[in-house]
């Protein structure tokens, strides 16, 4: 549901823009794309599906007891291709015409909890300890999915301000 508030709040703040063509206006379609993404994948939960085919391929395979080695090279390549591809955007010149610096915080929060997808989906059982760890009646993974959310929302609600 807060990825949901945070995709219709973002596809809003795309249409307040007075100007269709302002860069903010395509990173908002994109944010709020992106929301409504998250929402399907929890809904469908396809990360617990591709984590599932990945655990029979190792399996078919023979190397499944020996998967903390590929799990964790797999997190090595996603967090540096996330690093490099973040550097890559920052000195973009896409990124340099965005002026609108809610827009800019909304996109970095929608591509942060992609990347928390990405490394759910390689489910290294150490990272597995904190993101399913309790925190009173609810998983730390659906804070992190909510504060993400509230952010974004908050952030498409300030160009109406």
Known sequence: MAFGVASWAALRAARRKAVPSDPAVTTWHWVGALQFL??????LSTRHL???MADAVLRAAG???DRSSIQIMLLVITV?????????MWQSH???RQTNVHA????VCTVAILMLFLIETIS???IDRVLYRPVGPVLFIAYAWVANAIAVTWLARRPAA
């Not at 998250?38 to 809904?43: D, G, N, P, Q, R």
């Open 38 to 43: 998250y929402v399907l994948e929890i809904w």
């Open 50 to 52: 591709a984590h599932d």
């Open 63 to 65: 190397l499944y007891a």
């Open 80 to 88: 540096l291709t996330g690093m490099v591809a973040g550097i890559a």
């Open 94 to 96: 896409w990124w340099s």
């Open 104 to 107: 800019k915080l909304a996109w």
């Open 124 to 126: 290294l059982h150490a």
